[in-house]
C-alpha cells in the first residue's frame, strides 16, 4: 500500500486529485499485496434461497419467482446476467436453499441445505449447523472460482422475502430499531411495511438472537444465501481477493461475515449505497463508505456488477499513467 | 422516451428498481429518438488552452505545464487517455488557445486562437469575436467527429489556471459570491485561495460581465478551452448526442452553452461531482443530478470517461433484458 501511494504521488497529476480512485488502487494493492495488482478473471457469486417468513405477507412478490427467476439467470435474461456481461464477469449460480426442485443445469451448482428456512416470526431460520454448512459452502464456492483463477468476486443473491431476515440482522448487530432498517423491498406498500417491520420485531423477540455471536444470528434469523455470501467473503479474504458487496442482502451477509472474523474488512469495497432504508446505517456499521448511489433496490449482485469497471480503471491509473520524471513535466511549485 | 419507460416496466424486475440506471437509459431513449438506443463510439474531447490571470498567482502549476501535458495526452501517458482506453473512447486533443507553440502532431488539432486569454482581473478574456469563434471551433470539431460516426462525447481540458475563470462564469450566472464557487484548483494554500477569490472579484467588477448574455460572460471573464466545450456541447446537443459533462471547467461550459440554448440541456449527463468547491451550485443551477461522486479534481474528462461504462450498462439494461412474459417469472402480486 505504500508503493501505491508513492507510485501515485509521482504520476502526472496534482496528488491527490484522482480522488477515489487512488484510495481504491491503494486498497487493492492491500488486497493483492503488490503494488501494481491485476484484476483479470472476474465472477458474480449468485446464491439464492427461500424464506419461510413469506408466510407472514412481508414481500410484494410470490415465493414462485425465487426458482423463476433462477432459471431466468441460467437462460442470461435477468439483470444481473445483462451487467455481469458488461463487466466482462461470469455469473455462477449457486441453489443453497430454494423452495423447489430445480433442474439439473451445467451452470447451476445445486447446494442446497433444505427447501428454504423456517419462519423466523415463529422460530429460527435454521439450525446452527445448517448455519455452519451456509457459511461452508460459500466458502467451497469461492475457492473452487479461485482455483479456476478468479482474481475478484461481487456477491449477489435471490430469494423473496430475503430483506426481512437482512433487515432482522441489521436490527440485532446495530442496536437499531426495526423500524428504522426495514425497507419496502421489492415494493410493499405503506400497510406491507408497517406488517414487516412488525413481523422482524416478532423474529427478535421469539429468537432472541445473541448479538456476539454471528452464528446465533445467522440461524436464529438469517438465510442460507445469506450465510453462503459470508462464506464467500471469508473465502475471498482468506486468499486476498477483493470482494464487492452488493446492496442490502449483501451487506447483511457481511456484517455476519465481519462478526464470525472481523479481519475480512480490508478486503470488502461497498459497491453502492441501496434505497432500501437502513443500508446506510449497516454501511456506517460496518465502516464502507459506496462507490455508487444509482437507488438501485434489486439486488442479484448488480450494483457490485456495475461497479467492477471502477475498480479496473483504478488499477489502470496505477499501472499505465506516465509519472512527472517520464512525461517531462513540471511539478507543482513549492 | 416512453417506449424505453415502458420496457423498461416489463423487464424481469421490480419496476423501477434499477434506478438511475432506468432514468438514464429513458434520457438516452429520448436524446437518440430510439425506443433502444446503442453508444458505439466514443471520444473525449479535450480542449487547451492558457490564461492570463495566471499572472496573479491563482494556481499551484506553472504554465509551461499546460503544453506539457498536451504533449503528454499525445504520447497517452496522462490520466485522461487511461481511462478512455478503459472504456473504449478516443480521445481528440484540441489546442484551441495554448500560449506556447506546439509541434505538428497528427492527433493534435491545431486550432489556436490566441496564445492564451487576457488577463481578467485587468480587462477581457478575449474578443466577442474571439468568444464565438471558440464556440465555432467546438462545434467544428465534434462535427467532424460525428461525421466520422461518433454516438457519444465526453468533455475534457487542460489549462492551467481555469479554475479561476470558471469559478467566475459560475458567479455570474448564479449570482453567488467567488467566495462560494471558488475552490482550491490543483492545490492552492489557504493563501492562494483567499487570492484567487480577491482576483475573480476583481475580474467581475473591471469587467462587468451580463449575466442575460452567455457570449459576453465567456467573452469577459471566460477561457478558449471553455468557449469551445460549450460549441462541443451545442454542436453534438444538435446532431442529437449524448454529451458526458466532466468536472468543474466543463460544467462552466455546460452553463455558457445553456445560456446560448437552453434546448441543449436534455443531451447533457453530468459525469460526477467534484471536490471543487461550488461545483454542486453549478449543478443546481444547471438541475443536472451527477452520476458518480469520487472527490475527483483533475479535469480532462476523467470524471466523464469513468461514466461511460454507466451509460452503456443502462443501455444494455434496456436492450438484453428478458421481459416478464419471454421469461415466464410471476409479476408482482396486485
Redesign the interface.
Known amino acids: 500500500m505504500q508503493a501505491a501511494r508513492a507510485r501515485q504521488d509521482t504520476?502526472?497529476?496534482?496528488?491527490g486529485?484522482?480522488?477515489?480512485?487512488e484510495e481504491l488502487s491503494i486498497q487493492l494493492a492491500g488486497i493483492y499485496a503488490q503494488p501494481i495488482p491485476s484484476i483479470r478473471e472476474k465472477a458474480v457469486i449468485v446464491m439464492a434461497g427461500d424464506h419461510g417468513v413469506v408466510a407472514e405477507g412481508v414481500s410484494?412478490?410470490?415465493q414462485?419467482?425465487t426458482p423463476?427467476?433462477v432459471?431466468?439467470f441460467l437462460?442470461g435474461?435477468?439483470?444481473i446476467?445483462?451487467?455481469a456481461?458488461?463487466?466482462g464477469a461470469r455469473v455462477v449460480i449457486v441453489d443453497i436453499g430454494v423452495a423447489a426442485e430445480l433442474p439439473e443445469h451445467p451452470r447451476l451448482h445445486r447446494r442446497k441445505l433444505a427447501f428454504g428456512t423456517g419462519n423466523i416470526a415463529q422460530g429460527p431460520a435454521m439450525t446452527r449447523a445448517q448455519a455452519e454448512q451456509a457459511i461452508q459452502t460459500g466458502i467451497e464456492v469461492v475457492e473452487a472460482e479461485i482455483q479456476r483463477g478468479l482474481d475478484a468476486v461481487a456477491t449477489g443473491e435471490m430469494g423473496i422475502g430475503n430483506t426481512t431476515p437482512s433487515a432482522a440482522i441489521a436490527a440485532v448487530l446495530t442496536g437499531q430499531p426495526a423500524s428504522q432498517i426495514a425497507g419496502r423491498g421489492?415494493?410493499l406498500d405503506d400497510a406491507g411495511l408497517e406488517r414487516k417491520i412488525a413481523v422482524i420485531e416478532r423474529a427478535l423477540s421469539v429468537n432472541q438472537p445473541n448479538p456476539q455471536d454471528g452464528l446465533d444470528v445467522l440461524s436464529k434469523v438469517g438465510g442460507f444465501e445469506i450465510g453462503g455470501l459470508a462464506g464467500v467473503m471469508i473465502g475471498a479474504a482468506s486468499h486476498r481477493k477483493a470482494v464487492l458487496v452488493d446492496g442490502f442482502i449483501s451487506t447483511a451477509a457481511a456484517m455476519i461475515a465481519i462478526s464470525l472474523c472481523p479481519d475480512v474488512k480490508p478486503y470488502l469495497i461497498a459497491a453502492h449505497r441501496s434505497?432500501e432504508n437502513g443500508h446506510g446505517l449497516m454501511l456506517d456499521w460496518l465502516g464502507l463508505k459506496p462507490?455508487?448511489?444509482?437507488?438501485?433496490?434489486?439486488g442479484e449482485g448488480?450494483g457490485a456488477a456495475?461497479a467492477f469497471?471502477?475498480l479496473?480503471?483504478a488499477l489502470?491509473?496505477l499501472r499505465?499513467?506516465?509519472t512527472f520524471g517520464?512525461?517531462?513535466?513540471?511539478?507543482?511549485?513549492r
Chains 1, 2 share one sequence.
Do not use: H, W, Y
Not at 11 to 15: A, D, I, V
Not at 326 to 333: D, R, T
Open positions: 504520476l502526472t497529476k496534482p496528488q486529485s484522482l480522488g477515489r480512485l410484494a412478490f410470490p414462485e419467482v423463476q427467476m432459471l431466468n437462460n435474461g435477468a439483470a446476467n445483462v451487467l456481461r458488461c463487466a421489492t415494493g434505497r462507490l455508487l448511489d444509482f437507488d438501485l433496490r434489486l448488480t456495475l469497471p471502477i479496473q480503471a489502470a491509473i499505465e499513467m506516465a517520464e512525461a517531462g513535466v513540471s511539478e507543482k511549485a
